[in-house]
Structure formats: structure tokens, C-alpha cells
């Protein structure tokens, strides 16, 4: 591989590492951010919906930008909309004014991520699939070592310095990537002279739409009624505003000619549906730890944010330790039996957060971690190749689309049973129930790994 090509990769990978190191740093950040702003668990919680909706929104549209205007260009200003939001983020004078510059986050972020496997595909045309697996580690390396990182600076800088620390990535990116990423060919920017009204209708702007003002008074809904321990009117109108427009989102993408969320395919496929049907439901699983655990130790056990990071370093370790091995694996038996031992793992980790007790050395629940660890390391890679499996190779690229939308909406669920379960309020009796309804999602994934047919879901 030549320096240009190393240098290519690097250049991108710095950019694309972005949105999982932020989607991750915030686990450790929940209490601070509660204590700060006076927010109950429900309402300290959009720091994390808002993210991952404008995260699974932002990168399919953005991917077709990137067909329209040029991936070079769309890359470069991601890093500028990041470079702001980190900036203006811990300036935020509200909690409300943080949401909004979160959103802005995971928008830039998401716009690098939509463009820069394309990039490296593209321009790196020698050891393609060794350059693709570099990408990859960025990506999950930041998600791993996301929380030890969120959890160091803020035990030393406060807050602040999760946005803050993006600022040099970003700089550097940015100066690497306007030298090294090759200038967009004229053909690959064709919006010139197209119409607002052919251009709305290509990014599917009204599904959008429907989809995230349905998501998010659905959501207003549940965590309202849960925070109040009681439903209301507005709860009631709110809920059922957001089931009207999702059931028009449906509606409106079967008809239409250019979906945000291809729903035919589903109907056509259902071995794809199965895969990724499972897939939100691990997403669900490991994110519910992810996200509920260092709230948990610092709100109950009441552990620092430097030893909540730490701790979750087992996590993000023992994941990237596994994922190789899971590879290695894979390639000679196929995802059935690795995805059999993940559902397992996830078991045991879900039924050992149960038997904790307040007296449980804090240590004990990297058992749990390093269970969840594995199960992530084999199921990033397990997953993955049953979308090939069950996904005919002439949609593999809608299939991989509806495959992340998966992870997303699983990630989404997983912040609102969370938010469910807890309510106001982080308590040592609301993190058993969490730990019991996690073991019954696992238990059914044990269910599905041990009963998909050869010839179904997954051919081997």
C-alpha cells in the first residue's frame, strides 16, 4: 500500500471516528450532565435519543448528497459542522440549547461516516479490503474506549471537555483530508439545475419528516407518562399523534418511489427481516448496559467517573479482543454458532447484573462487561455476515442501509426502556428489573439463534 493510500486513511479514519467516540463518551456524562442541568434520568436521556435519530437520519441523506454535490465536498464540511457544534456545545446556556447543538454533532459526524468507506473504496484501489478493515477499527475502537475516555476528562475537565477533546481530531482531519482526499470528478456533482421539488422527493424529505416528528412525540409520550407516574391528556394526544404520523411514514413509504426506509424489502425478503429484526434486538441488549450501567455506578454505587471509565474499558477491550477471533471463526464454520455463544454470553451477563446485590464488589460487574464484551466482538462480525447470507447481492447495498437503521432504532430502544424502567430516577431496584427484562431479550435471542434452519435465515 502505497504512503498516499496510508495517508488517505488516515486522513478519513480521524474524520469517521467522530460520531462513534461521541455517541459512546456520553455514557459517562448522563449523572454529571443530570446534577448540572436538574434533570430527572427521563428528561437527561434526549442527550442520547437526539444523537442516534439525527445520526440514522443524517447518514442515509447524506450518502445521497454525496452522489449529488461530491463526496470530497460532503466530508469537508462535516468536519466544519463538527468543528462548530464542539465548539458552541459546552457554551450551551441550556439544557435545550445542548440538544440542538448535539443534533448539529451528529449530523456533521454522520456526514463523514456516510462518505468515507466510499472514499477509501474509491481512491484506494490496492489491498482494498485491508484498507476497509483499518476503517473499521477506527470505528470500533472509538466506540470501546469512548467511555474510559469520557470518564478520564471529565473526572479532570468537567463536561466540557467531552465536546472540547473533538476539536483536535477534527483540525487535524481537516488539514490532512483537504491535502489528501483527490478533488470530486465533475460527473460525481449532478445537482446542478435540479429542481427543490426533484430533490426533496430523492432524499424522501416527507418521510423524514413523518418519521421524526412520529418518533419523537412517541417518545415524549412514554417518557412523560413514565417521569409524572401518571398518564395525562398530553400524554395521551402526544402518543397518539405519534402513532398516526408513523402509521402515514408507512403509508407513505410503501408508495414511494424513493424511501427513506425501503419497507418493501422487508415484505420481499423475510430472512433479511429475521437478521434484522436480531440485530435490533442485540443493539437493544448491549446498549442498554452501555448506556445504563455507568449511571448506575456513579448514581448508585456512587463510583467516580475516572473508575466508571475505567471499568468500562473491559467492555470496549474485550470486544475488540474478540472480534478477530470471531472472524477467524466465522470464515471456517459460518455466524450460526458464533451467533449462538453471543445470545448465550448476553444471557449469562443479563442474569449476572441480576444477582448483584448493594454489597457486590463494584469489580464483579466486569463479569457482566466482559460477557457483553465478547458477545459484541462476535456479533459485529456474526451479524454482519448473515445480512450476506440472507441479503440477494443485488441489494446488498439497500440491504447494508436497512441493516445500520437496525442498529440505530435498537439503540433508540434501548435509551427508552431504560428510560421506561428508570424513570426520574436511577435506583438499585430499577437496574434488577433492567437486568431481568435484558435476560428475557437474551434468552429469546438464544431461542432464535438455536431454532434458524440451515435453508432459512441463515445458509450456510
Known amino acids: 500500500m502505497s504512503a498516499r493510500s496510508r495517508w488517505l486513511m488516515i486522513s478519513v479514519g480521524l474524520g469517521i471516528l467522530l460520531n462513534p467516540l ?30 442516534y435519530i439525527a445520526s440514522s437520519i443524517a447518514q442515509p441523506v447524506m450518502g445521497k448528497a454525496s452522489d449529488l454535490f461530491g463526496r470530497r465536498k460532503i466530508f469537508l464540511a462535516g468536519l466544519v459542522v463538527a468543528f462548530i457544534a464542539s465548539l458552541l456545545a459546552p457554551l450551551s446556556p441550556s439544557f435545550g440549547w445542548l440538544i440542538v447543538f448535539r443534533i448539529v454533532q451528529a449530523i456533521g459526524t454522520s456526514m463523514m461516516v456516510a462518505v468515507g468507506m466510499a472514499i477509501v473504496r474509491i481512491h484506494i484501489t490496492e489491498k482494498q479490503a485491508t484498507a476497509l478493515s483499518v476503517l473499521s477499527i477506527f470505528l470500533s475502537g472509538a466506540a470501546a474506549i469512548g467511555p474510559f475516555i469520557g470518564g478520564v476528562i471529565i473526572h479532570w475537565w468537567g463536561w466540557p471537555a467531552i465536546f472540547f477533546v473533538n476539536i483536535p481530531f477534527v483540525v487535524v482531519s481537516f488539514l490532512l483530508c483537504w491535502r489528501n482526499i483527490p478533488k470530486d470528478e465533475p460527473s460525481a456533482s449532478v445537482a446542478q439545475g435540479m429542481s427543490f421539488r426533484k430533490w426533496f422527493d430523492l432524499i424522501d424529505a416527507l418521510g423524514i419528516l413523518l418519521f421524526t ?22 400524554n395521551v394526544i402526544a402518543l397518539l399523534v405519534g402513532l398516526a404520523l408513523l402509521g402515514a411514514f ?11 426506509i425501503p419497507l418493501r424489502t422487508f415484505a420481499k425478503y423475510p430472512a433479511m427481516t429475521w437478521v434484522n429484526v436480531e440485530f435490533m434486538l442485540v443493539n437493544v441488549l448491549y446498549y442498554s448496559l452501555f448506556f445504563g450501567l455507568p449511571s448506575y455506578l456513579q448514581m448508585v454505587r456512587q463510583v467516580s467517573e475516572f473508575q466508571t471509565g475505567i471499568l468500562m474499558l473491559s467492555l470496549g477491550l474485550c470486544s475488540l479482543v474478540a472480534s478477530p477471533i470471531a472472524g477467524r471463526w466465522i470464515d471456517k464454520s459460518g455466524p450460526r454458532p458464533a451467533l449462538l455463544v453471543s445470545a448465550i454470553l448476553m444471557t449469562f451477563g443479563s442474569l449476572w447484573l441480576v444477582t448483584l446485590n448493594q ?84 434468552l429469546s435471542l438464544v431461542f432464535m439463534s438455536r431454532r434458524r434452519r440451515e435453508t432459512g435465515q441463515l445458509q450456510e
Not at 448540572?36 to 434526549?46: A, I, K, Y
Not at 440491504?399 to 426502556?417: D, V
Open 22 to 51: 461521541n455517541s459512546s463518551m456520553v455514557s459517562v456524562a448522563i449523572p454529571r450532565l443530570q446534577n448540572v442541568f436538574q434533570l430527572d434520568f427521563t428528561g437527561v436521556s434526549w442527550i442520547i435519543f437526539s444523537f
Open 213 to 234: 416528528v412520529g418518533l419523537v412525540a412517541l417518545l415524549l409520550g412514554l417518557l412523560s407518562a413514565k417521569s409524572s407516574g401518571h398518564i395525562s391528556s398530553e
Open 250 to 260: 408507512v403509508k407513505h413509504e410503501l408508495k414511494a418511489a424513493s424511501p427513506f
Open 359 to 442: 454489597a457486590s464488589p463494584v469489580i464483579s460487574v466486569c463479569l457482566a462487561l466482559a460477557a457483553f464484551g465478547i458477545s459484541n466482538g462476535l456479533n459485529s462480525v456474526g451479524m454482519q455476515a448473515a445480512l450476506f447470507q440472507s441479503a440477494p447481492k443485488e441489494i446488498i447495498g439497500v440491504a447494508s442501509g436497512l441493516f445500520n437503521t437496525s442498529r440505530y432504532l435498537g439503540t433508540i430502544l434501548s435509551s427508552l426502556l431504560i428510560g421506561i424502567v428508570m424513570g426520574g430516577k436511577f435506583s438499585f431496584e430499577g437496574f434488577q428489573v433492567l437486568g431481568i427484562i435484558l435476560t428475557v431479550i437474551a
